[in-house]
């Protein structure tokens, strides 16, 4: 398996363990988490052209995610 940028846990290694307590206490943190990585591996995919996709897709993609990455980062900054 290749490495796949962006991992939560590479984004904020300061809160690993913060991560995993909200994962397993906060429904909605869970699914944002899970949604996060879904389509953080969507992205890397697509950029490595495992399956490739039109620019305006991509870019919507990566809008996703940083949106869910804003999300997540409130949540464990509170």
Do not use: C, W
Not at 7 to 14: D, N, Q
Request: no cysteine; proline share 4%; aromatic share 6%.
């Amino acid at each position: 398996m290749t490495h796949t940028p962006h991992e939560l846990h590479e984004e904020f290694p300061e809160h690993a363990e913060r991560i995993h307590e909200l994962k397993t206490s906060n429904a909605h943190f869970a699914h944002l988490f899970d949604t996060y990585h879904e389509i953080n591996r969507a992205v890397h995919r697509a950029e490595t052209d495992v399956e490739p996709t039109d620019d305006f897709h991509l870019e919507d993609m990566k809008k996703q995610r940083l949106l869910l990455l804003d999300q997540l980062a409130e949540m464990l900054r509170g």
